[in-house]
């Protein structure tokens, strides 16, 4: 079990890991959720996941993407975020990973942590060698995976490959 918490301590919980997928997602709405460049999403089958403390509030987020709801948990007191459930994939649990006591305990090795949404990334954003990066999601579409790109050195993101993810996607949009 890992514990996690918000930065108050009114929410607590746990989670059985491993987690089944940890995404590093550069996408518009990770960034405004994380108030960051980027959130480093664990994702877990919903059964591994243990609300230990506290009753967090819900924010219900209708995804510009896909339309499907998103509900955000959080704390009340501090606003701290913990975890979201997702419409779009009733069976799992996404925790904001910056929540648990301790931050090194899932794997961020290549194989084991994908980056999304290249195409939206911050400008000198670091892209690290041998992880797959992805111009947006797994998904190209319904049930078709996309390509991803594989770095041989650690990158930093810059105009151009923006430009070129963008262009890959075949739309402006985020
Ligand atoms: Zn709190
Ligand atoms: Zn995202």
């Known amino acids: 079990m890992q514990k996690g918490r918000c930065l108050c301590g009114e929410?607590?919980?746990?989670?059985?890991?491993?987690?089944?997928?940890?995404?590093?997602?550069?996408?518009?709405?990770?960034?405004r959720a994380a108030g960051s460049a980027y959130l480093v999403e664990t994702l877990?089958?919903?059964?591994?996941?243990?609300?230990?403390?506290?009753?967090?509030?819900?924010?219900?987020?209708?995804?510009?993407?896909?339309?499907?709801r998103i509900q955000i948990h959080f704390c009340d007191r501090c606003g701290t975020k913990t975890h979201m459930l997702f419409e779009r994939f009733p069976s799992s649990v996404g925790v904001f990973s910056g929540t648990y006591d301790d931050a090194d305990w899932f794997e961020h090795a290549p194989g084991r942590a994908l980056h999304f949404f290249l195409s939206t990334a911050p400008l000198g954003t670091v892209l690290p060698a041998g992880h797959e990066v992805y111009d947006a999601h797994y998904w190209?579409?319904?049930?078709?995976?996309?390509?991803?790109?594989?770095?041989?050195?650690?990158?930093?993101?810059?105009?151009e490959l923006k430009a070129e993810s963008r262009r890959r996607l075949g739309t402006s949009k985020s």
């Not at 009753?55 to 993407?65: D, L």
């Open 11 to 31: 929410i607590e919980f746990a989670v059985e890991g491993p987690p089944n997928d940890v995404i590093n997602c550069h996408c518009n709405f990770c960034q």
């Open 44 to 68: 877990f089958g919903k059964a591994k996941f243990h609300l230990l403390k506290g009753s967090p509030k819900v924010y219900e987020h209708r995804s510009e993407g896909s339309a499907k």
């Open 140 to 159: 190209q579409s319904e049930g078709i995976p996309a390509v991803p790109q594989v770095f041989e050195t650690h990158e930093l993101m810059t105009l």
